[in-house]
């Protein structure tokens, strides 16, 4: 099982970024994906999880603003980031499931600048 996330970057508040995690060794169709971020100095925390029938489910500080999506013929799985804020900065990482597992992607940085 391989995950790799890309997509990160600098960005000033309000901006926009999408994250990409690209996934191989497993049936990407049958699980669901979901998006972390740990902030500095802090725990990593689900900002958003999608089903294998995509079904999504969203962390109240990026509703609105977040958007999971998948595509399961590229085996992929997306973060659509609008109106950045500040505290949205820190290392985003996938992880296959709906429910955490011990399957990580190595975090792509985003820095969201005021």
């Known amino acids: 099982v391989q995950l790799q996330a890309s997509g990160g970057g600098l960005v000033q508040a309000g901006g926009s970024l999408r994250l990409s995690c690209a996934t191989s060794?497993?049936?990407?169709?049958?699980?669901?994906m979901g998006w972390y971020r740990q902030a500095p100095g802090k725990q990593r925390e689900l900002d958003a999880r999608?089903?294998?029938?995509?079904?999504?489910n969203y962390a109240d500080s990026v509703k609105g603003r977040f958007a999971i999506s998948r595509d399961n013929a590229e085996k992929t799985v997306y973060l659509q980031m609008n109106s950045l804020k500040p505290e949205d900065t820190g290392v985003y990482y996938c992880?296959?499931?709906?429910?955490?597992?011990?399957?990580w992607g190595q975090g792509t940085l985003v820095t969201v600048s005021s």
């Open positions: 060794g497993y049936m990407f169709r049958d699980f669901g």
């Open positions: 999608i089903s294998s029938l995509g079904g999504t």
């Open positions: 992880n296959r499931g709906w429910t955490i597992s011990a399957y």
